[in-house]
Nanobody, 123 residues
Framework: QVQLVESGGGLVQPGGSLNLSCAAS????????VGWFRQAPGKEREGVSC????????YYADSVKGRFTISRDNAKNTVYLQMNSLKPEDTAVYYC????????????????WGQGTQVTVSS
């Protein structure tokens, strides 16, 4: 079964860091653009970051630019989201998604979605 699994979420104090992972099973992520999204209670889902299949382009929402970094490890079939200087407003469920495309980021029409990992930033 084709699957994306997020991990690395948790509770962290403001100013802290987390490194989210998005691992793919039964398909090869390096042919796919991968995006990270988040949804806070009562809010719409927001696109946070994206990395293209060639790694030539990345995208960051203004709200996370300079604090978050997206990367991939093809050997591990995994995409990461390093989150630094976390703020309470970063609290949300974070999802990764993948779409097979050579288009640059940001992109759309994601084919596969993970189940999400909770990130809570609180003192």
């Amino acid at each position: 079964q084709v699957q994306l699994v997020e991990s690395g979420g948790g509770l962290v104090q403001p100013g802290g860091s987390l490194n989210l992972s998005c691992a793919a099973s039964r398909f090869t992520l390096n042919y796919y653009a991968v995006g990270w999204f988040r949804q806070a209670p009562g809010k719409e889902r927001e696109g946070v970051s994206c990395i293209s299949s060639s790694d030539a382009s990345t995208y960051y929402a203004d709200s996370v630019k300079g604090r978050f970094t997206i990367s991939r490890d093809n050997a591990k079939n995994t995409v990461y989201l390093q989150m630094n200087s976390l703020k309470p407003e970063d609290t949300a469920v974070y999802y990764c998604a993948a779409v097979r495309t050579t288009r640059p980021c940001p992109t759309r029409n994601y084919e596969y979605w993970g189940q999400g990992t909770q990130v809570t930033v609180s003192s």
